[in-house]
C-alpha cells in the first residue's frame, strides 16, 4: 500500500514539474538578427544573466558593445568571453554602479567624452535583494529605476543625434504586483516580504518609464520600450531566504528559460523593424502586451516621472522634453513630410495655426502644469 502511495506522489510531483516546464520555459523560437555594424550598444549588467546573452547576440551582429556594470573583474571577464565567443574586439567594459548617483554621472561623462554615437541603450541590470543606497534610496528602486532614469536623461542628447535609436527597459511581469506609493517614493515598502514589493514597485516604474519617455520622445527618432523576458534561471533571486532554496533552485535549474532564450524578447525590441509604433508598449515573448491597470496609468506614468526628476534634482524644463526650440519635432517633421500643412508663399518655418495646436495638446497631456513654459516659449519665438 505504501508503494502505491509513493509511486502516485512521484508520478505527481513529475507531471507537476511537466507542467511548470511547459507553461514556464515555453521559450520563443530563434530568429535571424540583421546585421549591427557601426551601432552602439550600452547594455547594463551586461556581465552575467540576460545582460550578458543580450551583449554576446549585439556583438554577434557586428555591433560595438559597452557592458555598463559595477564589478570590474566580472565586467573585465564578461567581455574577454564574448570577445572570444563572438570574434568582436569591439566589446569593452566600463565601470557603472546604479547604487550610485554619483557613479551614473561619472559613467555618462565618461561615455559622452569617449564615444560619439548610441544607437541603444539597453536598461537591464537589476537586483531583487532588499536595502538602502548611499543616495538614501531603497536598492531595487535605485538600482532598477531611479540610476535607469538618470542615465538615460543623461544619454538622451546623444540618442537623439545618433537617431534612429531605441532605449530598452527590462522591466517584469511582476509589475503587476506593483503598488507605487508616490509620497513615499525610493522609501522601501513596510511589511513582511517589503524586498520582494519593493522588487515588484521598481518594474512597475520601469513600464511606465517607457510609456512616458515614449510620449516625450514622439517625433524625435528615438523610441522606448519595457520588456518582460520571461522566467529566467539567472542569479537575479541569489538572495532568496535558505528555507525557500530547496525549492527555488530546482524550480529555477528545470523549469525556467535559459539566458539566451530570455534575451529574446530584448533582442527583437532592439532590432527588429517597424516597431516605432509600438514606442511605449510592454512587450513579452516578442509581442506587445497590455501591461496590468497600473502600468497603462499616464498620470501615474507623468506623476512618476516629475517625482524622479525632483529626487535627482533635475530641472523640469522644455528641453527635458526634447523639444528643439523654436520649433517642437513634430512640426519640423510635419513640414518636411506634408509640405501642403503649410502656405506655399509662406516658408515651411511657418506652420499651420492647427499643427501647433496639436503639439500644445501634446505637451499638455505631458506636462499639464508647465502650459505656461511652453507659451512662454513660443511668444519669444514670435
Ligand atoms: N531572471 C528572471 O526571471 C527575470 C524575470 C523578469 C525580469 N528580469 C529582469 O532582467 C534583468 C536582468 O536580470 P538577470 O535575471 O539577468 O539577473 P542577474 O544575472 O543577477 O544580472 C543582473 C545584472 O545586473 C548587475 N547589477 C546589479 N546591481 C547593479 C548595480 N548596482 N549597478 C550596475 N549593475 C548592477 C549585475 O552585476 P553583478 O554581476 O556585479 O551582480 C548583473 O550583471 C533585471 O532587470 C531583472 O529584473 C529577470
Known sequence: MTGWWLLCSLLCALLLCALLRFTLRSPVPPFPLPALHGRTAIVTGGSSGIGEAVARELARCGARVVLATRNAVRGEEAAWRIRRDTGNPEVLFMPLDLSSLRSVHAFAAAFLQQEPNLHLLINNAGVSAGGTTEDGFSLPFQVNHLGHFLLTQLLLQRLQSSAPSRVLIVASSAHQAGRLCMAKLGQPPPGPFAAFQDYCNSKLANVLHARQLAARLQGTGVTAYAVHPGFVHTQLFRHTPLWLQPLWTPLSRFCF??????????????TQDGLQPFSG?????????????????????????????????????????????????????CSQQSPCLFPSNSSPHLPKISVYLQTLKRFISCHPNQTWCFLLALGSRA
Not at 507623468?302 to 523640469?316: A, H, N
Open 257 to 270: 528559460r535559459s539566458a539566451a532564450e530570455g534575451a529574446r524578447t530584448v533582442l527583437f525590441c532592439a
Open 281 to 333: 508598449c510592454y512587450f513579452a515573448d516578442c509581442r506587445p502586451l497590455q501591461p496590468c491597470a497600473q502600468g497603462r496609468d499616464d498620470a501615474a506614468a507623468r506623476e512618476l516621472w516629475e517625482r524622479s526628476e525632483r529626487l535627482l534634482g533635475l530641472q523640469p524644463s522644455l528641453f527635458s522634453l526634447h523639444i528643439p526650440l523654436p520649433f517642437p519635432p513634430c512640426v519640423q517633421q
